[in-house]
């Protein structure tokens, strides 16, 4: 029996495909399953460091460079890496903050300044290992306000005023120089406001008196379970989520802790469903 021979141009195996592989591991004859096993958990634990050591390049600039040439050429591929990230995320979403980047359809990608990448907010943040959110989020005086989506139950003093049609009704805000704000529900009559940015990710409560205004993250409206699984002595998490039909979905996360299988995921809701970001809460099940 003839086989193709090892290209090392090969595609690495993704998270996915390796916790496939342990489903059919358990499908192994017991002799078998256990060195396959044995052998399977040996490359997720070297994946596994793969990306710790990703991690700490990004947190510890400074110690890795001085770590020699190779410690140098991994960070310059990492800031190579994540600079492609940076410019497909403006491609793709905008993000640009001040609302100069073009619209779809785009024939051209607008030029890009050294001051725009030392001033970038989501450059910074996709430098940190944060991923970007797939929708541009709120600004604060033209540039992105990425805080204001992460924190909760903080409270922001902030400049805002109520954005009135011709009868006098409250149809949206404009909060610290943005008026994509959307009045979802007005809770106390030219007081108190719930709000949304562009009908995408947490709602707020908005509050005005006669002096200042303070706006406020609502708590979440929704609770979604993450299992925690054991296979063959492989850890996956999934989350469970409803269909339309009233049809439950599992859908597998890339993850190897609660916290990391949370992350992923409210990057899956924001992904799928952008208008409910920040306003899920998760119950761990074993």
């Known amino acids: 029996m003839s086989t193709a021979p090892y290209s090392d141009d090969a595609a690495p195996l993704d998270a996915d495909e390796l916790m496939n592989l342990a489903d059919r591991v358990a499908q192994l004859p ?20 793969e990306a710790e050591l990703l991690t700490d390049l990004l947190t510890n600039p400074l110690t890795n460079a001085q770590a020699g040439d190779q410690g140098l050429e991994d960070q310059l ?50 430098r940190h290992g944060k991923r970007p959110l797939p929708f541009p989020p709120p600004t604060r005086h033209g540039s992105p306000w ?15 005023e109520i954005i009135n049609d011709e009868s006098g009704q409250a149809i949206g805000a404009k909060i610290e120089g943005c008026a994509d704000w959307r009045i979802v529900e007005e809770t106390v009559k030219d007081n108190q406001y719930i709000v949304q940015h562009q009908g995408k990710g947490p709602l707020y ?8 205004a303070e706006l406020r993250r609502e708590p979440p409206r929704w609770t979604r379970r993450i299992r925690q699984q054991e296979r063959s002595g492989f850890r996956s998490y999934t989350l469970d989520w409803p269909k339309d039909n009233g049809d439950c979905q599992s859908v597998p996360l890339r993850a190897a802790s609660w916290e990391r299988a949370e992350a992923e995921a409210e990057h899956w809701i924001a992904t799928k469903y952008p208008e409910m970001v920040g306003q899920v809460s998760f119950e761990r099940s074993e």
Not at 78 to 104: C, I, S
Not at 151 to 159: L, R
Not at 205 to 212: A, I, P, Y
Request: with cysteine.
């Open 30 to 49: 017991a002799d078998d399953a256990e060195w396959v096993g044995r052998l399977l958990r040996e490359c997720l634990r070297s994946r596994m460091h």
């Open 77 to 126: 591929a990492q800031v190579a890496l994540d600079a492609a990230e940076w410019l497909k995320t403006l491609w793709h979403v905008g993000y640009m903050g001040a609302g100069n980047f073009p619209a779809q359809p785009r024939s051209a990608f607008p030029t890009v300044e050294l001051e725009d990448v030392l001033k970038s907010a989501l450059f910074a943040r996709i």
């Open 146 to 160: 990425h805080e204001l989506v992460e924190s909760e139950g903080e409270t922001h003093t902030v400049d805002a």
């Open 205 to 212: 409560q908005l509050k005005l008196d006669l002096f200042t």
